[in-house]
């Protein structure tokens, strides 16, 4: 087990690259089920969440290695159809392989995902969608049963926009028979990368980019390489401690069109931000004014960088209130924040905090990956010295985060405890 030792009052300066975005290549690398075949994905963040996804390719039988952050898969033979329940718990997203599988081998047994630190995290909308494609779904034992003769084209619509909802059903419908239309489908730029994804495939798919996907199945698709692209939500994380912390960074390898809304944020509570190509550099010298935020499907405020807003409006002299209306239960941060002095109470599903108090150093605990985010970030700016524990949250989804800290002047560091 590792934790981290942060000592606050450094400013954040300097240049950082952010890797390839961990939600974008939980869609992607399910396709490889679609087609047998070698795929190799550049610019893959080697992080755990991409351990575990190619650890479970690799309980089916399919090949892969992760070398630095280019990543081969071998899909051409496959001797299992079962997603198992020791995988699926440790990330949820697993189950983005029902869908292809269904689809390609017209089976699958897959774990229901449980719940989460944040909430119930329901898969309704995978399994409706994927009934009304043609698939016969059971549920027993804590597994989904799914089977079919063939899938067929259909109109679908999602009740709530829902990223796996529709990475699952579309990733289906491509080699459904006939045509299919989604409505109401997420806009997230992950979606979006899928969904080219499946088009260089050799897929049929129109509206990509809209909330209205039009789908012509095929019969077969070509396995292909892709780039990742750049982790939105990473590049959230260290604009807001660059804010947070009054630094002055420069963010290389990152998609500014992706993150308008932070971007607009960061600038209304002072931040002076420069938007060049896919470099962003972000100046903070003064303290930030409070500014209230409301997540929202994209391209609204993403719920992933909820809790590093909260840890950023700690330094906010005034009140702010943060809600969250994707995951109304999202803020098992605020606890921890509370030991570092945090002003902060939560009613409901939203987050009213007391910005300008002087934070100190203590030890806290990760919940969960995002949560764990703004537990390092707050601990940034904390007097004196914090420790995080179950940095292992952290690991999920982001790459040697404490060395890109460190080379921006953080004093943090990472050692091993059997403290839990
Ligand atoms: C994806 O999760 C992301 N994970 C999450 O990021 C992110 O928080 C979330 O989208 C929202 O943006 C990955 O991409 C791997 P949803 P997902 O289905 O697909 C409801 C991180 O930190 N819903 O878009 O599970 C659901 O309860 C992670 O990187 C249903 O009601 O999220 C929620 O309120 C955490 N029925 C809303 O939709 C369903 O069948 C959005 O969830 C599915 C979802």
Same mark, same amino acid.
């Given at each position: 087990? +590792?934790?981290?030792?942060?000592?606050?009052?450094?400013?954040?300066?300097?240049?950082?690259?952010?890797?390839?975005?961990?939600?974008?290549?939980?869609?992607?690398?399910?396709?490889?089920?679609?087609?047998?075949?070698?795929?190799?994905?550049?610019?893959?963040?080697?992080?755990?969440?991409?351990?575990?996804?190619?650890?479970?390719?690799?309980?089916?039988?399919?090949?892969?290695?992760?070398?630095?952050?280019?990543?081969?898969?071998?899909?051409?033979?496959?001797?299992?159809?079962?997603?198992?329940?020791?995988?699926?718990?440790?990330?949820?997203?697993?189950?983005?392989?029902?869908?292809?599988?269904?689809?390609?081998?017209?089976?699958?047994?897959?774990?229901?995902?449980?719940?989460?630190?944040?909430?119930?995290?329901?898969?309704?909308?995978?399994?409706?969608?994927?009934?009304?494609?043609?698939?016969?779904?059971?549920?027993?034992?804590?597994?989904?049963?799914?089977?079919?003769?063939?899938?067929?084209?259909?109109?679908?619509?999602?009740?709530?926009?829902?990223?796996?909802?529709?990475?699952?059903?579309?990733?289906?419908?491509?080699?459904?028979?006939?045509?299919?239309?989604?409505?109401?489908?997420?806009?997230?730029?992950?979606?979006?990368?899928?969904?080219?994804?499946?088009?260089?495939?050799?897929?049929?798919?129109?509206?990509?980019?809209?909330?209205?996907?039009?789908?012509?199945?095929?019969?077969?698709?070509?396995?292909?390489?892709?780039?990742?692209?750049?982790?939105?939500?990473?590049?959230?994380?260290?604009?807001?401690?660059?804010?947070?912390?009054?630094?002055?960074?420069?963010?290389?390898?990152?998609?500014?069109?992706?993150?308008?809304?932070?971007?607009?944020?960061?600038?209304?509570?002072?931040?002076?931000? +420069?938007?060049?190509?896919?470099?962003?550099?972000?100046?903070?010298?003064?303290?930030?004014?409070?500014?209230?935020?409301?997540?929202?499907?994209?391209?609204?405020?993403?719920? +992933?960088?909820?809790?590093?807003?909260?840890?950023?409006?700690?330094?906010?002299?005034?009140?702010?209130?943060?809600?969250?209306?994707?995951?109304?239960?999202?803020?098992?941060?605020?606890?921890?924040?509370?030991?570092?002095?945090?002003?902060?109470?939560?009613?409901?599903?939203?987050?009213?905090?007391?910005?300008?108090?002087?934070?100190?150093?203590?030890?806290?605990?990760?919940?969960?990956?995002?949560?764990?985010?703004?537990?390092?970030?707050?601990?940034?700016?904390?007097?004196?010295?914090?420790?995080?524990?179950?940095?292992?949250?952290?690991?999920?989804?982001?790459?040697?985060?404490?060395?890109?800290?460190?080379?921006?002047?953080?004093?943090?560091?990472?050692?091993?405890?059997?403290?839990?």
């Amino acid at each position: 087990m +590792d934790k981290f030792i942060v000592e606050g009052g450094v400013r954040l300066s300097g240049a950082v690259r952010i890797s390839g975005a961990k939600n974008a290549a939980l869609a992607i690398i399910p396709a490889v089920l679609l087609q047998p075949g070698v795929y190799r994905f550049h610019n893959t963040p080697n992080i755990r969440d991409i351990w575990t996804i190619t650890r479970l390719l690799g309980a089916m039988g399919i090949h892969s290695e992760l070398n630095k952050n280019e990543l081969f898969i071998d899909s051409t033979n496959i001797n299992s159809y079962e997603a198992p329940y020791q995988h699926v718990k440790q990330m949820r997203a697993s189950i983005n392989v029902l869908g292809p599988l269904i689809a390609r081998y017209g089976r699958a047994r897959v774990s229901l995902p449980g719940g989460c630190a944040f909430g119930p995290r329901p898969v309704d909308l995978h399994l409706r969608g994927l009934e009304k494609l043609g698939a016969n779904i059971d549920i027993e034992n804590g597994y989904i049963n799914a089977h079919t003769e063939g899938l067929k084209g259909t109109r679908f619509h999602f009740d709530v926009s829902s990223v796996g909802a529709t990475e699952n059903v579309l990733s289906a419908a491509v080699l459904a028979k006939g045509s299919t239309i989604l409505t109401n489908a997420a806009l997230e730029p992950e979606v979006t990368a899928l969904a080219k994804l499946l088009v260089k495939m050799g897929a049929k798919i129109e509206g990509i980019g809209t909330t209205t996907l039009e789908i012509e199945g095929v019969d077969a698709l070509k396995s292909v390489e892709d780039d990742i692209i750049p982790d939105r939500i990473e590049a959230a994380t260290f604009l807001i401690g660059a804010a947070m912390t009054r630094g002055k960074v420069q963010l290389d390898g990152v998609n500014p069109y992706h993150l308008t809304a932070v971007i607009a944020k960061l600038e209304e509570s002072g931040c002076t931000l +420069d938007v060049t190509g896919n470099t962003i550099m972000i100046e903070m010298n003064d303290a930030p004014q409070p500014v209230d935020i409301t997540t929202a499907p994209y391209p609204g405020f993403p719920t +992933d960088a909820q809790a590093q807003w909260v840890a950023y409006m700690m330094t906010a002299p005034g009140a702010s209130r943060v809600t969250d209306m994707i995951y109304p239960t999202r803020f098992h941060h605020v606890p921890e924040l509370h030991r570092l002095g945090a002003k902060v109470d939560v009613h409901e599903n939203t987050a009213l905090i007391q910005g300008g108090h002087p934070l100190s150093g203590a030890t806290v605990m990760s919940s969960d990956l995002r949560a764990s985010a703004s537990l390092i970030l707050a601990a940034l700016v904390a007097e004196g010295r914090s420790e995080i524990l179950r940095v292992y949250h952290l690991d999920r989804g982001y790459e040697a985060l404490e060395d890109k800290l460190r080379n921006l002047g953080a004093s943090i560091t990472r050692v091993k405890t059997d403290e839990y």
